[in-house]
């Protein structure tokens, strides 16, 4: 990130914070970049104990080395002893060879020497509370790393090695660091996404736990995994396992359901950690979470908060998409089932024709119908034309603007239309079916979502004289969705427009 935030983008960036106890964060230059002459980017955050960890990673075939290196990290260290992320923007280290291997390793290894010297490196044994398990071959580490930039050149480690004990030194606990971090980690973004929150849990309402994230993104964004880098750190004591369901169940609901420009990065990574230090004065709480039936209701209640603040990290990557003007919200209702409303929400996410009308702000809903039509789905009629409406939301809470009804036409008011369309943000609402069946909250515990439950983020609908629905996602080529009685699903996507803009910064990127 370079230059002054745009004035209608200061109102996302935080003036002060609540952190997590035991964190520290600095923002350092290192110059990676030949064009930066000064803007930090290389992030560095420490806790002051070893923390559980968990992450998830692109999808994407070509996984950048700081990608493969981190999965070995947390593998090997069975996702116990964690200390610091390492991240520096301006080169992705990705499709490097074993150069770029070996450099990962290097910015790995430049933080644990210097950072943790006297911290001895434990063999990896089963959390407390967690079941034994096989993992996968890992190596040893304190230290996950992340980098973002440009594809298949060198990274200049040296340079990044180098900054690493100034990094140290300005580590710190203050608003002030914890921004500069999230700055360091910027590309094309045009502010800086740093979110931070306090929540109390079940078992100790008395103790205040806190939360903070940061997220960089603005281009090559796609649901499969998440955006380009996320962090997030807690204080409350959470096992391993626990933690990476949660983050899993997490993501699925936000950066999965976020798309600017339908292009999956090599490098995508989001990572949590939790260090357990909540407790006044430095300590631990004594209960440490699990998926064990003893903690799971601060498991439910950890899960639930999570997946909310991951969605507000989200859809800040969304309002800064490259060249974006709008703020576009994909609600799919009254759907069969959950995998086809998450098909047709997806569908019109990423349409170009649906975001460039969006951009030029016509009420063109032959696109959004045209989106929803090859949305591909398993189940037999799933989209049935004569009963798919569609509808524009307001956001200044006004009428909703009708474009579709049961397969039919609305005269739309398009001076109206163009109002709507002129607000930087806008829902299109797509309902799927025209009953009136009632919505059900399910439980979007941890036994709910063995079964498959669809969980938070979806509301179902429930007929008369429903049995039990275990999961919803069969496979079956019969519209089950409607059966007397089967539930109805919701699925929500974030998205924005095309602009000319998009074109200008991807078309000079390296440059």
Known sequence: MSGEIP???QKYVPTSGTYPRGFSASGTFAGVKPSNTGTPDVALIVSDV???AAAVFTRNKFQAAPVQVSKKTLSGMRGCGIRAVVVNSGCANAVTGQQGMGDARMMREAVDNFCFKEDETPAPTRPQGEEEKEVEEGEVGRTLVMSTGVIGQPLPIDKIVSAIPEAHSNLSSEHESWLAAAKAICTTDTFPKLLSREFHLPSSPDITYRIVGMTKGAGMIHPNMATLLGIMCTDAPIAPGALRYALRHAMHRSFNCISIDGDTSTNDTVAILANGAAVEGGGTSTTIITRSVDTQADLTAFQTILTEFSSELAQLVVRDGEGATKFVTVKVTDAPSYRAARSVAKSISCSPLVKTALYGKDANWGRILCA??????????AIIPEQTSVSFIPCDGSEEL?????GEPQKVDEERAKEILEQEDLEIKVRLRNDDREVVSRNDGPEEEKKGAVGVGV?????????EDKGGRGKSSRNEGDRKGHRRREVTFWTCDFSHEYVTINGDYRT
């Open 402 to 406: 009708k474009l579709l009804v049961n």
């Open 50 to 52: 070893p923390c559980s």
């Open 7 to 9: 004035y209608t983008k």
């Open 459 to 467: 509301e179902e609908k429930k007929g008369e004289g429903e049995k």
């Open 372 to 381: 929803v039509g090859y949305a591909p789905t398993e189940e037999r009629d």
